[in-house]
């Protein structure tokens, strides 16, 4: 008895049965003329089960989708990703040049300095909400 | 039931569990930053510039091959709702003016052409390059002007998609192009390039073909 107990804590301390996703490095560019601007982060799954992030979220923006920027011979092309997998055991990072999140329709247009709330849903592990502060365009990491 | 063997039954699998956990790391997957390859590409075949004319941001005509002549010349095609590769490059290339000086920097045009002429007006053109450096220069026209501009550079020219409702994607090239100052395209440099990376091509560019 006390061994089968013992069996379901380490089980569901260990995460083993599904993905463990993490959010982190989050941070946004400012908006140029408050229009458009991009968030990034970075998501690690170091579960045992895939997810996938079905859906992103960023605080005061009417829109927010993870874009791609793929290059076809000469030319870079920005493409909406639909769902975006997050295989067990891997780490996708949204960075400059790879994928964003695009906010557009800003309620009030965020400046450097400010914080944006970024929540990310996924299909199996739920919503996680991360702090990503505003930076200007320009600012190297 | 002994509790020290409950403990050692329960921390042990527990340890080797957690180690477990965190022992497969599959490689990480995206484009982080790019780093390494991210300086100046010289062209196999150097080429022209070309003698397109577009509108500037004061509404007046701009010829470019007579306007920029002299000048080492950094031409981009972009757009300004753009929220990655435009802002970023743009940002990185005055950062990297910023930190060279004047004698260096009043050999240098930067030409952003808009391949959304539709939203891109000469004014909105005008307050978005003022966000990077008010020295850049700005240039629009009809659609079938900034296709024929890039056609010219032997781009292909940027399209439009649809996106969610109203909205729309463009594609477009990431490089921005060099000319040197005797009016050859001759280098390309891709996204990636960081500021002090600008900061030690601009003036190699400017002296080319002698050193800096």
């Not at chain 2, 002429?117 to 450096?133: K, S």
């Amino acid at each position: 008895m006390i061994r089968r107990l013992a069996l379901v804590l380490l089980l569901s301390a260990c995460g083993r049965e599904g993905p463990a996703v993490r959010v982190g490095d989050a941070y946004a560019f400012e908006p140029v003329l408050g229009t458009v601007g991009a968030v990034y982060l970075t998501v690690t799954n170091s579960g045992s089960a895939p997810d996938t992030v079905a859906g992103v979220e960023v605080s005061g923006a009417l829109v927010a989708m993870i874009h791609e920027q793929v290059t076809v011979g000469d030319r870079v092309e920005m493409r909406h990703v639909g769902p975006l997998p997050v295989a067990a055991g891997s780490t996708v990072v949204l960075a400059p040049g790879g994928y964003h999140v695009m906010i557009e329709g800003m309620e009030q247009p965020p400046v450097a300095g400010d914080t944006l709330d970024v929540t990310l849903r996924f299909a199996r592990a739920g919503s996680v909400t991360v702090r990503a502060p505003v930076l200007p365009y320009g600012t190297e990491r | 039931m002994n509790t020290k063997r409950f403990l050692l039954g329960l921390v042990l699998p527990a340890a080797l569990l957690l180690l477990g956990c965190e022992g497969r790391r599959a490689p990480s997957v995206g484009t982080p930053e790019a780093g390494g390859a991210s300086a100046a590409r010289e062209f196999p075949n150097p080429r022209p510039k070309p003698d397109f004319v577009l509108t500037d941001t004061e509404g007046q005509p701009f010829a470019f091959r007579e306007a920029t002549e002299g000048k080492m010349t950094l031409l981009f095609f972009g757009y300004t709702n753009c929220p990655d590769i435009c802002p970023v490059h743009m940002a990185n290339i005055a950062a990297g003016l910023h930190k060279l000086p004047d004698e260096v920097v009043r050999q240098v045009s930067v030409v952003f052409v808009t391949v959304d002429p539709e939203r891109d007006t000469p004014e909105h053109l005008r307050l978005w390059l003022d966000h990077f450096d008010r020295s850049f220069i700005g240039l629009t026209g009809t659609q079938a002007e900034v296709d024929s501009a890039q056609v010219a550079m032997r781009l292909p020219p940027a399209y439009r998609e649809a996106a969610e409702g109203d909205a729309y994607l463009v594609g477009h090239s990431a490089h921005v192009i060099a000319f040197t100052r005797d009016g050859m395209a001759r280098f390309a440099l891709p996204f990636g390039t960081r500021q002090s990376e600008w900061a030690q091509e601009i003036p190699r560019l400017v002296a080319y073909p002698d050193k800096p």
